[in-house]
């Protein structure tokens, strides 16, 4: 696909900067510490590549090992019964994943480029900002420990760290679903919040040439928002990080 192709090219080209990044600024301690709040960190499953299912890591340092190893693409995805790679996974069954909420921009933006995952300051200010305020609003009335993320492609990852959706069955966050489309009123990735087996961008990994980013949801103007490769600093990635600290 014409989009893996780009970002295999954009990560080719900046090899050493995506090191550095891995190495030096990626936020670790934080990510782990989102990761691990209802569960292990080494029943978590770390993805990347699309095709590299099931890896685990029993801490910060293996979880930035794996970023510098596999930065392609990264995902985390649910919490097993098993420490993954331990046991076949016919052997592991899921027990919990964090309630998610995806949906593209360019689902909802006339003129920005699918096919470039690209957002123009106009669309971002006359069309999502909405949409943010209004996800904002309809999540806050469900519970307060919940970070909107900027996926650094093109959509939103809305994360809802609540300790008792975390165990929902995929047929409870199924009913969920349905409640939360009829109060937001447009469309979102189902199977993302629905599966619990399903995966989403790695917080504070890099999608491409921007960041996965948490959205500061008192400023959420464009240039607030998106933050290139060439933008991150030990400053800005500080600033971020503020950003979930709420989360406990």
Not at 33 to 51: D, N
Not at 163 to 170: A, K, Q
Request: hydrophobic share 40%; glycine share 2%.
């Amino acid at each position: 696909m014409a989009h893996n192709n780009r970002r295999t090219a954009f990560f080719t080209k900046n090899t050493e900067a995506i090191a550095n990044y891995y190495l030096n600024l990626f936020p670790v301690e934080e990510v782990v510490r989102l990761l691990s709040l209802h569960c292990s960190l080494p029943f978590r499953e770390i993805a990347s590549s699309y095709t590299l299912r099931f890896n685990s890591v029993a801490n910060a340092e293996d979880l930035r090992a794996f970023c510098l190893d596999t930065p392609l693409r990264l995902d985390v995805g649910a919490a097993y019964d098993i420490a993954n790679g331990t046991h076949p996974m016919s052997e592991c069954q899921p027990v919990g994943r964090e309630f998610t909420i995806d949906y593209d921009f360019t689902d909802f933006c006339e003129y920005c480029d699918a096919a470039t995952k690209k957002v123009c300051p106009l669309c971002w200010e006359t069309t999502l900002v909405p949409l943010i305020k209004k996800t904002q609003q309809v999540i806050s009335l469900l519970t307060s420990k919940f970070v909107i993320f900027c996926s650094g492609g093109k959509g939103f990852h809305v994360w809802i760290f609540d300790p008792y959706l975390f165990f929902y069955t995929d047929e409870e966050r199924k009913q969920l679903v349905e409640a939360i489309k009829q109060e937001l009123g447009f469309e979102i990735d189902e199977e993302v919040s629905v599966n619990v087996k399903h995966t989403i961008r790695l917080p504070f990994s890099l999608n491409e040439q921007f960041l996965c980013a948490p959205l500061d949801l008192k400023d959420v103007s464009y240039l607030n928002s998106f933050f290139s490769l060439e933008q991150l600093n030990e400053q800005l990635i500080q600033k971020l990080v503020q950003r979930t600290k709420h989360i406990q």
